[in-house]
């Protein structure tokens, strides 16, 4: 079955950075694009950053744009997300997330604290 486990949340001060992991199994990595949200409680799923299943393409919420960094391994069948720069407001629950045949798969997800 598919199975996607994150890793890499804690505690980091303003300014600071954090490296995410998600290990995905149960379905062939490299035919997929894969995605990071991030949610705040009451507070609708944010996308933050897709990348294509070769590598080749991403995308980032305008809010992160140049200071987050999405990247796969498609050998260890793990995407990355690079935060730097944390802010306050990037706290939230991250989740990883795999769309197959449009039923949508999540991890289940790791907390990023930013305080000082």
């Known amino acids: 079955q598919v199975q996607l486990v994150e890793s890499g949340g804690g505690l980091v001060q303003p300014g600071g950075s954090l490296r995410l992991s998600c290990a995905a199994s149960?379905?062939?990595?490299?035919?997929?694009?894969m995605s990071w949200y991030r949610q705040v409680p009451g507070q609708e799923r944010e996308l933050v950053a897709t990348?294509?299943?070769?590598?080749?393409?991403?995308n980032y919420a305008d809010s992160v744009k140049g200071r987050f960094t999405i990247s796969r391994d498609n050998a260890k069948n793990t995407v990355y997300l690079q935060m730097n720069s944390l802010k306050p407001e990037d706290r939230a629950v991250y989740y990883c997330?795999?769309?197959?045949?449009?039923?949508?798969?999540w991890g289940q997800g790791t907390q990023v604290t930013v305080s000082s």
């Open positions: 997330k795999v769309s197959i045949l449009f039923r949508p798969y």
């Open positions: 149960g379905f062939t990595f490299s035919n997929y694009a």
């Open positions: 990348i294509a299943r070769t590598g080749d393409s991403t």
